[in-house]
């Protein structure tokens, strides 16, 4: 395909003379930018990039394979150097001829949609060079792998990857045609519009670069999100505990007591009246109960696992057997809340309680062995430098937390927003799930070492035990009910390594899900968008794919199919509950006053 090359803006003095204007207020900016950049408080390096030694190891894995197959070597430099200059020489051609070929035949890349990438010679030029740089690194880290051990392989092809990402010419204001081109026609105001953005960004992280989002004078917590009645009934150094309002005249008689994950706040589960699954479940005819953890502060550093568990799950589930006058309660654990309700169901069981009738778990791992696209982030340097971060600061910051998952998705979580918000100028969009994604939580330096020591790195739970409150906790002992959604294209807890945990579980009772989408989306599915399906097999011996290419998929969410689960579970049906009792008043209205407690040191 044959383009033509664009004509250039005229400009006239006076814009000129505003674009100086405009330059002269990024000078402003900048002085402001250096100010906050030489305050930042200092952090481990381990947090920021793998130790020398592993870079050594793949640089001598590289040039063992180089001197063992010397031709392979030359033979990709050979065809890297020609390349480099047809590029070259392609440049030279369309500046005499002002056409450009297009490769057809080159994998569409959203980052170069603009039309100058392919109409004018000097962006071609770079976007071709740039992708053949990168097609040479990859071939690097491809026979610098053969002889790394399988992790650091995985690390090697992660980073290298970042590295790739990172250099792309869209995150760089000469090589990025949309942002040159705002900057012409505003007068160089979306430049200072930028540069204020990430002023803002990283003085709200005191120095840290964490892009934000989503426009947070959008969204009020009780106001337009999170929105669903009731009152904190209860309330400890640890949790506020939700007891909803009725949307039945009836509802049954055994509770459900919710857990979400503590890295995040439990309002996904109640973003809007459209897809709250807080609301849905309230009009379903049951009484929920939804746990609103703390977000920790340094004086809450040796809170570990068995606090969460003692004054969280153990609280949350006695104040509502309290309040609804019942001897059991149906839990549902989301992500790691997901893992610990295990943990505590493990415990119960070698105690002898029976106050859990049936458990439903989101997303949730409880086998590690298999770290997948965590890899990067769960080998001794990056884990030693978190310990000696939370040593000095008693928790573990939520910035931390959230780079790492942004830099699993870096194009879509870092650079295109950075590039939106900082180089174009933009407002960050209302988004509410990128709001919520950008509300974290810290977390307790022991809880912090233990999960990832313990669960994450040396998989105890489901091997030789996890040693907690005086028992050795082991999967062994989970032998309620218990369903298992998860998510198939899910990048956090992926649905097969869910599967594995799930078959080592001692009950007899299981069903597991995968539902269509992600972490996110593939939970908060309402029934009424019709939007992803699920996949069902009633049969858990064999392995993941062995279950998947047996399993039967179901359009629609699969909330009504799990609600019919937990019908059978659920007791008879009594007179709606109003939140609270005697004992138990309302302390303050949903969503209480621990959400709104944004994460810091």
């Not at 307790?444 to 005086?470: H, I, S, W």
Request: overall charge negative; charged content about 25%; proline content about 5%.
């Amino acid at each position: 395909m044959t383009t033509s090359q664009d004509n250039a803006p005229e400009m006239s003095g006076e814009h000129i003379d505003r674009l100086k204007e405009n330059m002269t207020k990024v000078e402003a900016l900048s002085k402001r930018l250096i100010e906050v950049m030489a305050n930042k408080a200092p952090h481990s390096s381990a947090l920021d990039a793998p130790n020398q030694e592993f870079f050594a190891k793949a640089a001598s894995a590289y040039w063992s394979d180089a001197i063992h197959n010397p031709a392979k070597l030359w033979e990709q430099q050979i065809e890297y150097w020609g390349k480099s200059v047809l590029n070259f020489a392609e440049a030279q051609q369309v500046l005499a001829q002002g056409t450009v070929e297009t490769d057809e035949d080159v994998p569409k890349d959203r980052r170069f949609s603009n039309p100058m990438w392919d109409s004018n010679p000097y962006f071609h030029f770079v976007k071709q060079q740039y992708q053949t740089n990168a097609k040479v690194i990859a071939q690097a880290v491809e026979a610098a792998g053969h002889d790394l051990e399988l992790n650091d392989q995985r690390r090697l092809e992660y980073f290298s990857q970042q590295i790739i990402d990172m250099m792309s010419p869209t995150n760089f204001l000469a090589t990025n045609p949309d942002a040159l081109e705002r900057a012409v026609e505003t007068e160089g105001q979306s430049l200072v519009k930028g540069l204020e953005n990430l002023v803002a960004d990283l003085e709200a992280s005191d120095g840290e670069m964490v892009v934000r989002l989503a426009d947070e004078s959008a969204f009020e917590l009780g106001g337009n999100i999170a929105t669903t009645p009731g009152e904190v009934v209860y309330r400890n150094r640890m949790i506020e505990l939700i007891q909803y309002s009725p949307a039945t005249e009836s509802v049954h008689e055994t509770p459900i007591v919710l857990f979400p994950p503590w890295i995040n706040k439990f309002y996904i589960l109640d973003l809007k009246a459209q897809n709250s699954m807080v609301k849905w479940v309230t009009e379903q005819g049951y009484t929920l109960f939804v746990v609103s953890w703390v977000n920790p502060k340094a004086e809450l550093a040796d809170v570990g696992m068995e606090d969460y568990i003692q004054e969280g799950f153990l609280a949350a589930i006695e104040t509502a057997k309290e309040i609804c006058k019942v001897k059991q309660v149906n839990t549902v654990g989301y992500c790691i809340a997901g893992t610990t309700l295990n943990l505590t169901l493990a415990l119960l069981k070698q105690r002898g309680d029976k106050s859990i009738k049936s458990a439903t778990f989101f997303t949730t791992l409880t086998d590690f062995s298999e770290q997948g696209e965590f890899t990067p982030f769960l080998q001794d340097d990056f884990i030693d430098g978190i310990e000696e971060q939370v040593g000095q600061d008693g928790i573990l910051p939520s910035w931390v937390i959230g780079r790492t998952m942004s830099f699993l998705r870096s194009n879509d979580l870092i650079y295109t927003p950075a590039i939106r918000s900082y180089m174009l100028g933009e407002t960050p969009p209302a988004f509410d799930l990128l709001y919520w994604n950008g509300d974290g939580s810290n977390l307790p330096a022991k809880m912090a070492m233990q999960y990832l020591r313990g669960l994450c790195q040396r998989n105890e739970f489901v091997t030789g035990g996890f040693e907690l409150m005086g028992h050795k906790l082991h999967i062994s002992d989970v032998d309620v009910p218990l369903m298992s959604i998860t998510c198939q294209t899910d990048h956090i807890a992926a649905w097969k390594d869910c599967y594995r945990g799930v078959q080592k579980a001692g009950s007899r009772s299981k069903t597991f899900v995968v539902s269509e989408s992600g972490h996110i989306a593939g939970i908060v599915n309402p029934p009424s968008k019709k939007k992803y399906g699920h996949y069902l097999n009633p049969d858990l011996k064999g392995d993941a794919d062995t279950w998947m290419n047996e399993a039967d998929r179901h359009d629609g969410s699969w909330w009504p199919m799990w609600e019919a689960w937990l019908k059978k579970r659920s007791g008879k049906q009594i007179p709606a509950r109003e939140p609270g009792d005697s004992k138990n008043k309302p302390l303050s209205p949903a969503p209480g006053t621990y959400v709104s407690v944004k994460a810091s040191g």
